[in-house]
DNA sequence: TAGATTGTTAATCGATTAACAATC
DNA sequence: TAGATTGTTAATCGATTAACAATC
């Protein structure tokens, strides 16, 4: 029944995965050489504060349709601008939390969100110690309060961060409320339907490569 | 972005990072069947709970050298095992977390952690507010006090969960004070030593696919 | 035996790197 | 012009998927 008679493939340009992972820390690095005072950057004075090389910036930057200009480099504004619009940062997503345990209440005091286009409204929990408490300027309603207030203040994003038991009764939930995106923390994966935007993080996965090398460095030592 | 063993090269089975990265979601479903009461499981239903396709998952058991046996699967206490050891989570490192903000607390309280061989023993700032409290269980020293803390403690590895701006000087501090392995949460590229086993935790990367998906749903409805 | 599943070998797909021409 | 840097096209490398033989 939807149908979307222009709205088909690429409305927009189409970045790989890799590529947008990548654009926050090139545009950490350019907001920090803007408030320099620098004006232009070539990508080999990029990747000194990189792991990447330089090719592989140019690449994705010609992805994102940035042109830059030989011997000068590239316009640090006209980036920055680009990365933001592309990523849209620029406009500000407002969005629930629920579950506030250690990783959420870290969640809803983490600046770097705000000012990267997601801002935390309210967070949301069952257990009757939280309900009603302020974590980092952000009250805390009980999870049957999601729906009515969703809707009254149009928020679309949903953060989960419960375990993974109650995981999947919490996209439940906010599916219900009319959400239409779940940036999911839990080690669930969760049954959604499709016109709902789901992302897992894998925090998990971090740890598990910081051990391995970890061990590898220990081996190394004997 | 391949970190290859740098030294020698195969004193330990090499996987690659994509592969160690999925150990955990693995690790995390085959305990739930465990808990379950199962004893074997086969890749075609462990994809059930998954998002990879099973041949996936099979290559990946083949690299960590897991035998399976046709028909029936694997062995659920023997991959469960294997993953463990391979991760190192079945011996815990004990750990010192720089940096008491939002995201810092949180890590200090975050479960997950200590059941997987990581177990952080005291948390360190300079802001006095914050040094002398409790957090999550955990005391919180002034930086000053890490490297006679870290010599007594016998304690090697460090998380840095301090904004960009210190990082680097906390880094230093670290490793002044004999530390093997930094996990760094900030965004900042830290120069260290060979070796000093250094892993970036990129959580922006995150949010910047979380945010495209968006923006594509977004795109989708009109 | 019949059937399901593993695990090997080859094919495909995607991402990074290299070479180099185009540009200012 | 000389030199540095971009950006294109091709080569390499790595990861996933497919096909299928081996196994219980």
């Given at each position: 029944?939807?149908?979307s008679?222009?709205?088909?493939?690429?409305?927009?340009?189409i970045?790989?995965?890799p590529?947008?992972?990548?654009?926050?820390?090139?545009l950490h690095?350019l907001?920090?050489?803007?408030?320099?005072g620098?004006?232009?950057?070539?990508?080999?004075?990029?990747?000194?504060?990189?792991?990447?090389?330089?090719?592989?910036?140019?690449?994705?930057?010609v992805?994102?349709?940035?042109?830059?200009?030989?011997?000068?480099?590239?316009c640090?504004?006209?980036?920055?601008?680009?990365?933001?619009?592309?990523?849209?940062?620029?406009n500000?997503?407002?969005?629930?939390l629920?579950?506030?345990?250690?990783?959420?209440?870290?969640?809803?005091?983490?600046?770097?969100?705000?000012?990267?286009?997601l801002?935390?409204?309210?967070?949301?929990?069952i257990?009757?110690?939280?309900?009603?408490?302020?974590?980092?300027?952000?009250?805390i309603?009980?999870?049957?309060?999601?729906?009515e207030?969703?809707h009254?203040m149009?928020?679309k994003?949903?953060?989960?961060?419960?375990?993974?038991?109650?995981?999947?009764?919490?996209?439940?939930?906010?599916?219900?409320?009319?959400?239409?995106?779940?940036?999911?923390?839990?080690m669930?994966?969760l049954?959604?339907?499709?016109?709902v935007?789901?992302?897992n993080?894998n925090?998990?996965g971090?740890?598990?490569v910081?051990?391995?090398?970890?061990?590898?460095?220990?081996e190394?030592?004997?």
């Open positions: 029944m939807i149908e008679t222009e709205g088909n493939g690429h409305n927009h340009k970045l790989r995965l590529t947008i992972k990548r654009l926050p820390t090139y690095i907001k920090r050489l803007q408030a320099e620098e004006e232009y950057v070539s990508t080999t004075a990029l990747i000194n504060e990189l792991d990447f090389k330089p090719i592989l910036v140019r690449k994705d930057l992805l994102m349709g940035i042109p830059g200009k030989p011997r000068t480099g590239y640090l504004k006209d980036i920055i601008q680009a990365i933001e619009k592309f990523l849209g940062w620029n500000v997503d407002e969005a629930f629920i579950g506030t345990g250690a990783l959420g209440s870290a969640l809803l005091g983490h600046k770097p969100f705000e000012e990267n286009g801002k935390i409204v309210a967070g949301f929990d257990d009757p110690e939280r309900v009603g408490k302020v974590i980092h300027g952000k009250k309603f009980h999870l049957s309060k999601l729906k207030l969703a009254r149009g928020v994003v949903g953060i989960i961060t419960v375990p993974w038991q109650s995981a999947q009764e919490v996209a439940d939930v906010l599916i219900e409320a009319g959400i239409v995106g779940i940036w999911n923390f839990s669930l994966k049954k959604t339907p499709p016109e935007v789901c992302h993080e925090l998990s971090g740890l598990a910081f051990s391995v090398k970890l061990q590898q460095r220990r190394n030592l004997l």
